[in-house]
């Protein structure tokens, strides 16, 4: 018996974030290379899409590669990478078919020249899918994209065109790369590790948090929908009383 059908469709998370975490470890278990363990988080890729297609999220937003990870061995970078561009010619078609929209957000100066053409492509192609909006954070940090947002915010007070006396929150959300996107209202993150790994930082002022023991390669639907569950069990105050919610 599944666990969907304990989920309430009334009250699933707009937006689900997750940080796809302990492929190495996952691969050292069963006494394989590291990169044995990012090939097989794919298949934990698509069964997570598929759960949040099939329920109705809107947005789904998966933590691939982040800035920091370019500091890793160079044989296990490019591993990775030919990873990314295989499994987006592989899944390509099904994304057209799920009517799931895929888009793209981190440092991309620092893509080779055949990821950054495949991933254009895939964004391209699936640009007018209504269903899922499925969002791919490669090459990304949240401070990279905080410290780039302030730059860019600036530089349009220097150029008159934002006054700073009346700059606020919301203006500066737009220089975000997830400007247009809403804050996740649920972040999952795998193998046990209680941290956010500079991740959405600011868009993650009032997320649940959900952390599991399963090693990424592990994770399966049934993994996701008891994350949902858990989530529909909480109370989300956003900083009022718990008074105050009930009265609305």
């Not at 999952?188 to 600011?202: K, V």
Request: hydrophobic share 40%.
């Amino acid at each position: 018996m599944s666990l969907k059908q304990d989920i309430s469709v009334d009250k699933l998370p707009v937006h689900v974030a997750i940080i796809m975490d302990g492929n190495g470890r996952w691969a050292a278990q069963h006494g394989k290379e590291r990169i044995f363990g990012h090939s097989q988080g794919v298949e934990s890729v698509r069964s997570v899409i598929e759960a949040a297609a099939e329920l109705g999220i809107k947005y789904l937003t998966l933590y691939a590669f982040s800035t920091e990870n370019w500091g890793r061995p160079d044989d296990e970078v490019t591993a990775l990478m030919g990873i990314m561009v295989q499994s987006l010619n592989d899944e390509t078609a099904t994304l057209l078919k799920n009517d799931i929209r895929m888009s793209a957000i981190g440092d991309f100066t620092r893509l080779s020249d055949d990821v950054l053409e495949r991933l254009s492509e895939t964004i391209r192609l699936t640009s007018s899918s209504k269903g899922l909006n499925l969002v791919v954070a490669l090459s990304y940090s949240s401070r990279w994209e905080i410290t780039e947002a302030a730059k860019k915010m600036a530089a349009d007070i220097n150029k008159g065109s934002l006054k700073i006396e009346s700059a606020g929150e919301t203006d500066f959300e737009k220089y975000l790369n997830t400007y247009g996107i809403p804050d996740p209202d649920l972040l999952i993150r795998t193998s046990g590790e209680l941290r956010i790994s500079n991740f959405l930082l600011w868009q993650i002022a009032y997320t649940e948090l959900y952390f599991t023991e399963k090693l990424w390669p592990d994770f399966r639907k049934e993994d996701f929908y008891d994350a949902i569950i858990d989530f529909q069990k909480r109370e989300r105050r956003f900083g009022k009383t718990s008074e105050q919610i009930l009265e609305k």
